[in-house]
C-alpha cells in the first residue's frame, strides 16, 4: 500500500470513531433530559378502561395492558397513550405511545388478534394501524427500555 492510502485509511477511521463517539454522547444526553424530565401520564384507569385495556390471555399466560394519557388540549384531541404491555409478575415487556382524538369517529379502541393486540394513531406522524406482537419479543422488550425508540 502507498503512504496516501494509508494516511486516508487512518483519517476515515478517526472520523469513524469520532462520529460513534458524537453520537453516543448525544444519545446520552438526550436518555438523560429524558429520566429527569419525564412526560406526565395520568388517567390510567380510565384510559385502560376506555380502550379496552387490561388483563388479557395469549398463549397460557396473562398480560396486562396499561394504557395513560397526557390529557390532550381543551377540544379532547391530540391526547398523547402510553401503552404498556406488563407480565403477571409486573415486568414490563413492551411500550409505545400514539394519539387518540377522543371527539372524532377514528377508531381508538384496542383490537385484540391470536397473537396480536392492534392499536390506532391518529397523530399525522405515522401510519394509522399498528401491532405489537403477544408475547412481546426481546426487541419490544429492549425498545420499552431506552427513550426514542419506544414511540
Same mark, same amino acid.
Given at each position: 500500500?502507498? &503512504?496516501?492510502?494509508? =494516511?486516508?485509511?487512518?483519517?476515515?477511521? =478517526?472520523?469513524? @470513531?469520532? +462520529?460513534?463517539? &458524537?453520537?453516543?454522547?448525544?444519545? *446520552?444526553?438526550?436518555?438523560?433530559?429524558?429520566?429527569?424530565?419525564?412526560? =406526565?401520564?395520568?388517567?390510567?384507569?380510565?384510559?385502560? +378502561?376506555?380502550? !379496552?385495556?387490561?388483563?388479557?390471555?395469549?398463549?397460557?399466560?396473562?398480560?396486562?395492558?396499561?394504557?395513560?394519557?397526557?390529557? *390532550?388540549? /381543551?377540544?379532547?384531541?391530540?391526547?398523547?397513550?402510553? $401503552?404498556?404491555?406488563?407480565? /403477571?409478575?409486573?415486568? $414490563?415487556? &413492551?411500550? !409505545?405511545?400514539?394519539?387518540?382524538?377522543?371527539?372524532?369517529?377514528?377508531?381508538? /379502541? $384496542? /383490537?385484540?388478534?391470536?397473537?396480536?393486540? #392492534?392499536?390506532?394513531?391518529? +397523530?399525522?406522524?405515522?401510519?394509522?394501524?399498528? !401491532?405489537? +406482537?403477544?408475547?412481546? #419479543?426481546?426487541?419490544?422488550?429492549?425498545? &420499552? @427500555?431506552?427513550?426514542?425508540?419506544?414511540?
Amino acid at each position: 500500500m502507498q &503512504a496516501w492510502q494509508v =494516511k486516508w485509511i487512518a483519517m476515515i477511521k =478517526k472520523i469513524v @470513531r469520532w +462520529s460513534v463517539v &458524537a453520537v453516543l454522547i448525544i444519545y *446520552g444526553m438526550i436518555f438523560a433530559i429524558d429520566k429527569i424530565f419525564p412526560d =406526565k401520564f395520568y388517567n390510567c384507569k380510565r384510559d385502560t +378502561s376506555y380502550l !379496552r385495556g387490561g388483563i388479557k390471555i395469549y398463549g397460557g399466560q396473562k398480560y396486562n395492558i396499561v394504557l395513560c394519557g397526557t390529557g *390532550g388540549d /381543551e377540544n379532547f384531541t391530540g391526547d398523547e397513550i402510553r $401503552l404498556q404491555v406488563f407480565s /403477571e409478575k409486573g415486568e $414490563l415487556l &413492551a411500550q !409505545r405511545g400514539f394519539v387518540v382524538n377522543w371527539i372524532t369517529n377514528f377508531p381508538r /379502541e $384496542l /383490537e385484540y388478534g391470536p397473537d396480536y393486540v #392492534t392499536y390506532y394513531d391518529a +397523530s399525522q406522524q405515522s401510519g394509522f394501524e399498528h !401491532r405489537i +406482537s403477544m408475547p412481546p #419479543t426481546w426487541w419490544d422488550w429492549i425498545k &420499552a @427500555r431506552l427513550p426514542l425508540f419506544d414511540y
